[in-house]
């Protein structure tokens, strides 16, 4: 049953990402994050803005009040980030932002040696706590008991400030959009086997959610209690195009990132 549910999701996912449009379904043109809706302040309390040497434009996730998730990439060619927390604009502080300057960062020493960017994961540690409130808050991750949970076929939400089309300039408010998690088997299809590796993760829409700028954003699930965050924005093929977009899979860092982390609880 399990197998035929999968195959019966991958048919409809391919047919929707197949499905080419002018326009998105707010009728104002395809926004990246693809289809995005401007997000409200404090609706994703631990999205970080990581300016890599105070110009290279990635996310990142608070996972502990000294530490910021994001992936390996947004941090291996520069040497200082300056994190915004607490703000949707990504152009001017607001009241409700919080700024500092980091310098030391651990990316995962497999980093880039097998696949295309594998093993996409970093932790950028801050030099003081940043202080917790309605607009910065903690991200969850996933519990031991969740380490052979898939998440396919779930709605995740994604966000950042990542270009709105292809050449264009990144985006001045925080956008976010919904994909479903797809099997890696239909993410091969699209990207090839050698390229989608067990520590992957794909999500997408009639679009691929991803962009330029978009690179170590928090992939997300929604609950009661606030978010989960199952993957981390690694790499996409192209803005314009309707694929999945692939990210790091929490569960298979999860150990890697607690130690680094120095996360305890569960």
């Known amino acids: ?4 549910s999968h195959c019966a999701l991958a048919a409809a996912l391919l047919a929707a990402m197949a499905a080419t449009s002018t326009q998105s379904p707010h009728g104002q043109g395809s926004e990246r994050i693809t289809d995005g809706k401007p997000a409200r ?17 990635c996310g990142g996730s608070l996972i502990t009040t000294t530490a ?79 380490v052979n949970e898939t998440f396919v076929g779930r709605t995740a939400l994604l966000s950042g400030w990542g270009r709105q089309f292809a050449g264009k300039p990144f985006s001045d408010v925080l956008l976010f959009s919904e994909v479903t998690v797809i099997p890696n088997s239909v993410c091969e299809l699209q990207f090839g086997a050698d390229t989608i590796l067990e520590s992957t993760l794909c999500a997408g829409n009639k679009y691929s959610g991803l962009c330029s700028g978009d690179w170590g954003g928090a992939l ?34 999860l150990d890697w990132i607690k130690n680094t982390a120095d996360i305890t609880a569960d």
């Open 220 to 253: 997300v699930l929604k609950s009661t209690d606030g978010y989960k965050q199952i993957g981390i924005a690694s790499f996409f093929h192209r803005c314009n195009e309707p694929l999945p977009g692939a990210f790091s899979r929490i569960t298979y860092y």
């Open 41 to 57: 302040l404090g609706q994703f309390p631990h999205q970080a803005l990581v300016l890599g040497d105070g110009t290279h434009i």
């Open 68 to 146: 910021v998730l994001t992936t390996a990439y947004c941090t291996v060619n520069w040497k200082k980030f300056t994190i915004r927390l607490g703000s949707v604009r990504r152009d001017r502080n607001e009241t409700t932002s919080w700024i500092v300057v980091a310098h030391w960062v651990v990316a995962h020493p497999d980093y880039d040696t097998e696949g295309y960017y594998g093993h996409n994961v970093a932790v950028i540690f801050l030099p003081t706590s940043a202080p917790l409130s309605s607009f910065i808050a903690l991200v969850t991750l996933p519990s031991s008991s969740d």
């Open 1 to 4: 049953m399990a197998t035929r």
